[in-house]
């Protein structure tokens, strides 16, 4: 048995574990099934934690979100450039989040649920006043305010990033960019295409 392969599913392992707990938090379930595969661990995940019902298919529900037109990616750049100086953001760093986070498409949905221009979860977006994370204007208002947040947490741009993507759990748990291969090469292309110094 090669024991470096091991060593390397182990690690992947506990950076989706550590990814699993920084999306949806590290609640306890009151009653623990007696079917421990990933889905079923995975189903309960997302029901202690709002994002789905009981009867639903497996992601978030946006069914009651109203049904926008695309948003032209003039429009986007314009609100990228309002809501990065309110809060005092450089704007290419806006620009490069939300390229890497939706490609500037306003309807992005990703499997875990993070919806809009900044791919916000739905407890997240609810905790910054976001309504409809679908509609950019608010998607982009409350996704700069939390990168602004995350980014005075650590006073660190680099890690502000790093909370962005992986959670400020993991963060705090590794006391740096955590090892997890998607945060590292999230947080280099950002700061490249933005060309932001540390």
């Given amino acids: 048995m090669n024991l470096d392969s091991v060593g390397t599913a182990i690690k992947r ?27 079923n661990i995975l189903q309960n995940k997302l029901q202690i934690n709002g994002y789905i019902n009981k009867d639903d298919s497996g992601l978030p529900n946006t069914t009651e979100l109203p049904d926008l037109p ?10 990228i450039d309002k809501y990065a100086d309110k809060n005092n953001l450089d704007k290419n760093l806006v620009k490069a989040v939300v390229k890497m986070e939706s490609g500037f498409n306003s309807k992005a949905k990703s499997p875990v649920g993070a919806l809009g221009l900044m791919q916000l979860m739905p407890a997240t977006a609810e905790g910054l006043g976001v309504k409809n994370p679908l509609d950019a204007e608010q998607n982009i208002a409350g996704g700069t305010k939390y990168l602004k947040n995350m980014i005075n947490k650590y006073d660190s741009v680099k890690l502000g990033l ?36 540390e």
């Fill in 162 to 197: 790093a909370a962005y993507n992986a959670g400020p759990n993991a963060v705090d748990k590794y006391g740096g960019v955590p090892p997890y291969r998607e945060t590292q090469n999230y947080v280099k292309n950002i700061m490249n295409s933005a060309k932001v110094v």
């Fill in 70 to 79: 695309e948003v032209p990616k003039g429009e986007i750049l314009s609100l």
């Fill in 13 to 39: 392992i506990e950076e989706i574990e550590h990814r699993f707990d920084s999306i949806f938090g590290n609640q306890k379930q009151d009653k623990v099934s007696s079917d421990d595969s990933f889905d």
